[in-house]
């Protein structure tokens, strides 16, 4: 266990718990008869907590460092995606962000010794990192299991389609089964835009105003999940008969537009909530707000969404339209959105929502550029 405390007295409570590894080694088959698979993951806590049964970073992705298997694992069937994240900023990101002088800076700034790769804090978000002789160890940049989940639990059920069976003759309860079983181990599967999107959040959201106001860090990233997504970060291989990383189609772009909207906001008062002084944290945050309220605002003037509509009227307004903010709105609306968000992307496909189209970011948008 690693509790890293810092000199002012915050706690990083970055906790691994190395428990975990003994019960790593049998989960493969433990998830097929695990009781847990009969529960459809609906709210946010719910789903909480079967993402993160042992070990939570408060900041990053949740992930059970015991579990990650490292991205060679994947490559050895995903070998068109495993090629796509290589070109990406993801992957690049572990030859040179702790050779940037800003690394360096934040972390003097923060009195943090030993560098990027050392910090549990900075490697929650800059790298996967996975059990390596008992000790957590940041084995690459940001690789398949930051964002699809750590694997030990489901990498050998999702693609299980049942004894004797192919894709195509698997039975629709078997596969029904494989995807909830999948859910239940923690897989973040690319179905669950909402699970996906908050993943990004995780950490292109950075909710340590320490580390911005004093680390001199950026309190995250600039993020609308459609410009971002269908990008450098792209791979699409298998939902196309002839392998071609196309976009997302029209209507899934919808869903994540909105998604990402609601997400940005749940994000932003996430953020708010642990504001306790003034600063480039308290501004960031405030703004992230506004935008994403902005954002949503228009969205609802173009279709009709009646639950997050009636939501966003019920919020108090200044003269300028910003969202009114007070403490028990922070605790409650966050979780609102999450379970809007939720409930959005399993009642909508995208085929109604047809006049957010002209909102939507085109490809001269998206960030970098997607492998063939
Ligand atoms: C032994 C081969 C194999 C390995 C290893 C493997 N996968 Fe898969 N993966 C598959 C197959 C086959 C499918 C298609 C499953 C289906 O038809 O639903 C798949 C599907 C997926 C999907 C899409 C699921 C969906 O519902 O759309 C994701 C995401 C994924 N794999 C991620 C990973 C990650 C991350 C790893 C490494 C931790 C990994 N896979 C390792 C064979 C593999
Ligand atoms: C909550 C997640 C999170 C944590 C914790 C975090 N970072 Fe970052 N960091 C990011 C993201 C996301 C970006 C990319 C921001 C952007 O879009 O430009 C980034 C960018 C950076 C950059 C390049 C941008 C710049 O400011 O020049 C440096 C350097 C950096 N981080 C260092 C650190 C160090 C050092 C630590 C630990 C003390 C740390 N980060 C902790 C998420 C995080
Ligand atoms: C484990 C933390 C983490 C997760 C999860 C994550 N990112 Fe990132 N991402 C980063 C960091 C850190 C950087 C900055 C790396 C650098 O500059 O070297 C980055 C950079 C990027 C970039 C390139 C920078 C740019 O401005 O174009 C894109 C695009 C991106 N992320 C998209 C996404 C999307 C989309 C998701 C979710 C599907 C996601 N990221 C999930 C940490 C993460
Ligand atoms: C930055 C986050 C991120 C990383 C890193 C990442 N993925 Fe994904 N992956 C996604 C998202 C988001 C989607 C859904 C994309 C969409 O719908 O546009 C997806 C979709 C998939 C799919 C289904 C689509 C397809 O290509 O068949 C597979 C399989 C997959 N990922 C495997 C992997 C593997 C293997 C790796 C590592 C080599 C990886 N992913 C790394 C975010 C990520």
């Keep these: 266990m690693q509790v890293v405390v810092h000199r002012t007295g915050w706690l990083v409570p970055v906790i691994f718990v190395l428990g975990a590894l003994g019960l790593g080694a049998s989960y493969g088959v433990a998830a097929r008869s695990n009781p847990h698979i009969a529960t459809t993951p609906t709210s946010f806590v719910q789903v909480s907590s079967a993402i993160a049964p042992m070990s939570i ?21 995903h070998t068109r995606e495993m090629e796509a994240w290589k070109r990406s900023t993801h992957f690049a990101t572990w030859k040179t962000m702790h050779r940037e002088p800003r690394a360096r800076e934040i972390a003097s700034a923060l009195e943090i010794k030993g560098g990027i790769k050392r910090n549990d804090l900075c490697v929650n978000c800059h790298y996967t990192a996975r059990v390596v002789d008992e000790k957590p160890k940041p084995v690459s940049g940001v690789s398949c299991e930051s964002c699809h989940g750590a694997a030990a639990d489901w990498i050998n059920v999702h693609n299980d389609y049942g004894a004797g069976k192919t894709k195509e003759t698997e039975t629709p309860e078997h596969r029904a089964m494989r995807l909830k079983a999948c859910d239940a181990s923690g897989m973040l599967r690319p179905a669950n835009v909402y699970l996906v999107a908050r993943n990004c959040y995780s950490c292109h959201s950075v909710p340590n105003e320490k580390l911005v106001n004093i680390g001199g860090h950026k309190a995250g990233s600039a993020f609308e999940l459609v410009s971002w997504s269908q990008g450098e970060v792209r791979h699409n291989y298998q939902y196309s008969s002839d392998q071609k990383n196309r976009t997302a189609s029209l209507e899934r772009k919808r869903v994540l537009y909105v998604v990402g909207a609601m997400t940005d906001l749940e ?6 909530s642990k504001i306790t002084e003034r600063g480039a944290y308290r501004d960031a945050m405030r703004n992230r707000k506004n935008s994403a309220v902005k954002r949503i605002d228009e969205i609802l003037s173009r279709v009709s969404l009646p639950e997050i509509q ?9 003269d300028k339209g910003r969202v009114k903010i007070n403490r028990s709105l922070l605790n409650e609306l966050p979780n609102q959105l999450a379970a809007l968000s939720e409930q959005f992307v399993n009642t909508h496909d995208g085929s109604n929502l047809g006049p957010l189209d002209a909102i939507i970011p085109g490809p001269e948008k998206y960030h970098g550029t997607a492998q063939p």
């Design 267 to 272: 994000y932003a008062l996430r953020g708010m």
């Design 57 to 77: 970073a408060a900041f990053g992705p949740r992930t059970d460092l015991a579990k990650v298997q490292g991205a060679d694992a994947c490559g050895e069937c």
């Design 310 to 318: 009636s939501l966003m009227s019920s919020l108090e307004r200044d």
